[in-house]
């Protein structure tokens, strides 16, 4: 319970503030850094406080683009990181939700082995099958497209795995009610199992848009067309210009537009986030 | 409205378990039958079979003349009460009882009407609009009675409804149930291992063992004339007392193997020298004047208010344990009674437990 001992309050409280700190600072940075000219960041010293250049940097890496990494504009950089990351976090959860309805409801032969499969498949990250499905995509013409972009990300064994452990502790009866009910499969489903799913599906909902939205190492294998780029590896181009210093005033910009879009998903669903995690609505 | 009828109904389930092994049975239109037995014996292997929810592996089940063995449980025009009542968490009252209506495609109206009298006789109308989780044990009960009621079965079907409310509530419960089902007049199929319920709430009851229908009949023949030690242990509570025991020459006594006597009321000259089970329920058992009757050790005594239940064994048999129900109190400090057995007593085959 709440212990009243004064000293450990304050302990506990200056660990909190640290933690905040050590989090918060870089972000704090990044920001400022954003808001000035080139050159106050370049002679040498941090500034602290926001500079008047907000609405100039913004609006250049809004626009035109910072014209040494190639001049995409972020804007674009960002609805195809957006693109991506919806197109793997929906596909992820589509798929996943369907697998796990028929490894738990259906009596079909090679169940057990199916799920097995599927369940394998976690050892097999993008990361260490990257050359094969990289082939594969671009024997299938896919490279430069979305759907190149998102679809062998798609494949998802946690989140099927998660999705069955759930329906697991699904009681029996409810679908016996709804048997009984005339419900049919699709029905069932559609009614009672995805609704019952629905912190679940939240929690999974930000923890995937995050994974999509953060993905590097394959964007940056399957698009060579420009107007592919996504935000992160937009970021990492700007940092590396040919020839000259990187703006970093735009560099920082371009960063806290790309933190912008998992921020807004996490606020949004943070209710039914913590729900999914915290309690099982049964 | 519809009569039930099973007949050489088997289970057998994938994994090669022999649950039930033949159970006919009819049951009449607007009749309460209850399945009782203890635990395992497959009482709601039998009900999901009529539900439809486990294939029949043999036999036939017939509702208002029409086989339904192959039809699918919403097709069989029946309706379920579940232990754990099988609520949809997420949807409100209304919905709960409204589903199963709207996936059939009857018009709104009808639903509304069907929902709104339904919960008028159970008297959830204040809770139309809430969530199961915000409900009671008792109410979530009456909500799930209210699903089956809106569907207007022919078959009510019931899976131990009660067993998960207290004590008082299962009471009051299980009278508004069997006043709802009087009031309805829907044949009803009700499964229980609570022999007390069994006995207040049944027209006729079904005890099983094992996947067999042991006795089938009504409350009082089943426990005035039990067929089988079986029976006469599982109906009445406290549980009838069985003696070993020997019939005497000219069948008008029974010579205890503990080595006191009982008298039969009827002789049974047929019976003479054979070896039996004497079965006397604990009420049938009244105190005796001294030097007649048997010697009962006391080793408990219970006090129930109105009745007092001494728990002992006979002199000349330690192992068996006897009790004795006496109206009103019982002075303490005895450690023996003396008691007889009234004219209430049943003889049973020692080797088979059947009824002679
Ligand atoms: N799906 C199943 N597969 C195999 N055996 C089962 C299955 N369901 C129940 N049984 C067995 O059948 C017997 C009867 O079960 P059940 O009808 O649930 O008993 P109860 O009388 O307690 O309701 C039990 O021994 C149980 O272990
Ligand atoms: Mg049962």
Redo the contacts between chains.
């Keep these: 319970m709440v212990e009243n001992r004064p000293y450990l309050t304050v302990l506990s409280h200056l660990v909190v503030i640290l933690g905040i700190i050590i989090t918060v600072m870089p972000i704090w940075i990044t920001f400022v850094a954003s808001t000035h000219p080139i050159e106050h960041i370049m002679d040498g010293t941090i500034p602290m406080w926001p500079g008047d250049k907000f609405f100039e940097n913004y609006a250049t890496v809004l626009g035109a683009g910072v014209a040494d990494a190639g001049g995409i504009p972020v804007g674009t950089m960002l609805f195809n990181s957006l693109v991506m990351a919806l197109s793997i976090t929906i596909g992820k959860i589509a798929i996943s939700l369907i697998a796990a309805y028929a490894i738990v409801y259906f009596d079909f032969p090679f169940r057990m082995a199916c799920f097995w499969l599927i369940f394998i498949t976690l050892m097999l990250p993008v990361e260490v099958r990257i050359l094969p499905t990289f082939a594969v995509v671009a024997n299938l013409g896919l490279l430069n497209s979305y759907v190149g972009l998102s679809l062998p990300l798609i494949a998802s064994a946690t989140a099927t795995f998660l999705f069955r452990q759930f329906f697991l502790t699904v009681p029996e009866e409810l679908a016996e009610a709804a048997r009984i009910d005339g419900a049919g499969p699709w029905k069932f489903f559609k009614d009672i199992l995805l609704p019952l799913s629905r912190t679940n599906i939240a929690a999974l909902f930000v923890i995937l848009f995050i994974y999509g939205w953060n993905q590097y190492l394959w964007p940056l294998l399957v698009t060579t067309d420009e107007s592919f780029y996504t935000i992160v590896m937009g970021i990492q181009r700007m940092t590396q210009a040919a020839e000259s210093l990187p703006l970093w005033h735009l560099v920082m910009a371009t960063t806290m537009l790309a933190m912008l879009p998992p921020v807004i998903v996490v606020v949004v669903m943070q209710k039914l986030f913590v729900k999914g995690l915290v309690e099982t609505e049964k | 409205m519809a009569e039930l009828h099973l007949s050489g109904v088997q289970k057998i389930y994938p994994n090669g378990y022999h649950a039930i092994h033949g159970i006919d049975l009819g049951v009449a239109d607007g009749e309460f039958i209850v399945l009782v037995g203890p635990s395992g014996c497959g009482k709601s292997t039998l009900l999901r079979m009529v ?3 486990e294939t029949v592996s043999d036999g036939t089940i017939d509702i208002g003349g029409r086989v339904v063995n192959n039809l ?3 097709d069989r025009d ?3 009460v ?3 009542y ?5 949807m409100k009252v209304y919905d709960n009882m409204a ?2 209506l709207r ?2 495609g009857m018009a709104k109206d009808e639903i509304d009407r069907r929902v709104r009298e339904a919960a008028g006789i159970l008297e959830i109308e204040p809770m139309l609009d809430r969530r199961p ?1 915000q409900l009671s044990g008792g109410q979530r009960q009456r909500v799930a009675m209210g ?1 089956a009621i809106v569907r207007e079965p022919s078959v009510f079907l019931f899976d131990e409804p009660l067993s998960n409310l207290d004590a008082k509530l299962r009471v009051q419960m299980r009278v508004e149930i069997k006043r709802l089902q009087r009031r309805l007049g829907i044949t009803s199929l009700y499964v229980t291992h609570d022999q007390v319920e069994a006995m207040t709430m049944a027209d006729r009851l079904v005890v099983m063992n094992g996947g067999r229908a042991e006795q089938i009949g009504t409350p009082i023949e089943l426990y005035d004339r039990p067929e089988t030690t079986f029976v006469a242990t599982f109906i009445g509570s406290p549980s009838m007392n069985l003696l070993e025991g020997t019939v005497a020459e000219g069948g008008t006594s029974v010579a205890l193997d503990s080595g006191a006597s009982i008298n039969l009321p009827d002789p049974r000259a047929d019976l003479a020298g054979r070896s039996v089970t004497l079965g006397v329920r604990p009420e049938h058992l009244t105190p005796a004047a001294d030097g007649s009757g048997m010697t009962l050790r006391l080793d408990l005594v219970e006090a129930l208010g109105a009745d007092t239940l001494l728990h002992g064994h006979l002199d000349g048999d330690e192992r068996r344990l006897v009790t004795v129900r006496l109206s009103g109190h019982f002075a303490p400090g005895q450690d023996s009674v003396q008691v007889a057995a009234t004219d209430a007593v049943h003889l049973f085959d020692r080797e088979t437990g059947g009824r002679i």
């Design positions: 539900a439809g929810l699918e449980p919403a029946i309706a379920m579940f232990q754990n099988a609520l949809y968490p997420h589903y199963g996936n059939r989780n699903r």
